[in-house]
């Protein structure tokens, strides 16, 4: 199986910051990297698939990029609705899996 | 506007049976890979298992394979988990998500989630 690992585990930052999280896979999965966001109490949210895709309705201020096995997600300005724990899973063999998780927490 | 609904989550003895049901809506049922996630409390994320449009294709997480098996009745737009033998660490919410593709790709769509407690 492939196993992915994000880091960091957990940071806090502001309003406005830009932020990074980095995804690694055990093997390279070419661009099949996927990005979620989950509050709360709430079921997870796509945000960026083919490791550098918007998914329809999420806004500009996240990006996706990377290939292989190391990949990112960038939040540019931190707003304050995105304060969650995201995620990332590879789809490019089942089983399909995920990141550990990064928890944004407010500074 | 797509609608993913699942329903049959409880309380069951280690060793026992469920079977969860997903009905799904606003979309084409049939062309798109359906699959359950599920989370322990306090934990991540975790794929347990997929299944193509047609229902022939099957995909599951080791830990899951051989005591939990998912089908689709597409005449009735319902995904369904039957889930024998469960165990202590089965204890998580179950979510279901619509595929963006018609392979196991990645989840554009969940429902709510549905708690599944196994505990004697």
């Known amino acids: 199986d492939i196993q992915m690992t994000q880091s960091p585990s957990s940071l806090s930052a502001s309003v406005g910051d830009r932020v990074t999280i980095t995804c690694r896979a055990t093997?390279?999965?070419?661009?099949?990297l996927n990005w979620y966001q989950q509050k709360p109490g709430k079921a997870p949210k796509l945000l960026i698939y083919?490791?550098?895709s918007l998914q329809s309705g999420v806004p500009s201020w996240f990006s996706g990029s990377g290939s292989g096995t190391d990949f990112t997600l960038t939040i540019s300005s931190l707003q304050p609705e995105d304060f969650a724990t995201y995620y990332c899973?590879?789809?490019?063999?089942?089983?399909?899996?995920f990141g550990q998780g990064t928890k944004v927490e407010m500074k | 506007e797509v609608q993913l609904l699942e329903s049959g989550g409880g309380l069951v003895q280690p060793g026992g049976s469920l079977r969860l049901s997903c009905v799904a809506s606003?979309?084409?049922?049939?062309?798109?890979?359906m699959n359950w996630v599920r989370q322990a409390p306090g934990k991540g994320l975790e794929w347990i298992s997929g299944?193509?449009?047609?229902?022939?294709?099957?995909y599951y997480e080791d830990s899951v394979k051989g005591r939990f098996i998912i089908s689709r009745d597409n005449s009735k737009n319902t995904l369904y988990l039957q889930m024998n033998s469960l165990r202590d660490e089965d204890t998580a919410v179950y979510y279901c998500?619509?595929?963006?593709?018609?392979?196991?790709?990645?989840?554009?769509?969940w429902g709510q989630g549905t708690l599944v407690t196994v505990s004697s």
């Open positions: 998500a619509k595929d963006r593709s018609g392979w196991p790709e990645s989840f554009d769509y």
């Open positions: 606003g979309f084409s049922f049939t062309k798109y890979v």
């Open positions: 299944v193509g449009g047609s229902g022939d294709s099957t």
């Open positions: 093997q390279s999965i070419s661009n099949y």
């Open positions: 083919h490791a550098s």
């Open positions: 899973q590879q789809s490019y063999m089942t089983p399909l899996t």
